[in-house]
């Protein structure tokens, strides 16, 4: 089992940062790819940014590539995503994922383990 604890959302007002950080425990966090989703009122629940075991290669969705940043720390179990000029459009609850594959992938079924998902929300 991965037990994953995301933090670091809330309230902004568009343009400002945000960064949410997912730790997780449990077993060898760097053997995971991982991944983080989000989910609008009345949407699905969409890829945002996945990161490779390593930390070396990392995929974005289109909508956010160029403002966010997912990186990780297998020494510290987490991993992060670095929000930048946040839109009213990134409102959501964002979740972390872990997957066993050797990459990270825009497909949910991929993933393992989810954490419960932090709300960030942007007024414009």
């Known amino acids: 089992q991965v037990q994953l604890v995301e933090s670091g959302g809330g309230s902004v007002q568009a343009g400002v940062s945000l960064r949410l950080s997912c730790a997780a425990s449990?077993?060898?966090?760097?053997?995971?790819?991982m991944g983080w989703f989000r989910q609008a009122p009345g949407k699905e629940r969409e890829f945002v940014a996945g990161?490779?075991?390593?930390?070396?290669?990392?995929s974005y969705a289109d909508s956010v590539k160029g403002r966010f940043t997912i990186s990780r720390d297998n020494a510290k179990n987490t991993v992060y995503l670095q929000m930048n000029s946040l839109k009213p459009e990134d409102t959501a609850v964002y979740y972390c994922?872990?997957?066993?594959?050797?990459?990270?992938?825009?497909?949910?079924?991929?993933?393992?383990?989810w954490g419960q998902g932090t709300q960030v929300t942007v007024s414009s």
């Open positions: 994922a872990a997957s066993s594959n050797l990459i990270a992938t825009t497909n949910r079924a991929a993933y393992n383990y």
């Open positions: 449990g077993r060898t966090f760097r053997n995971y790819a």
């Open positions: 990161i490779n075991r390593s930390g070396g290669s990392t």
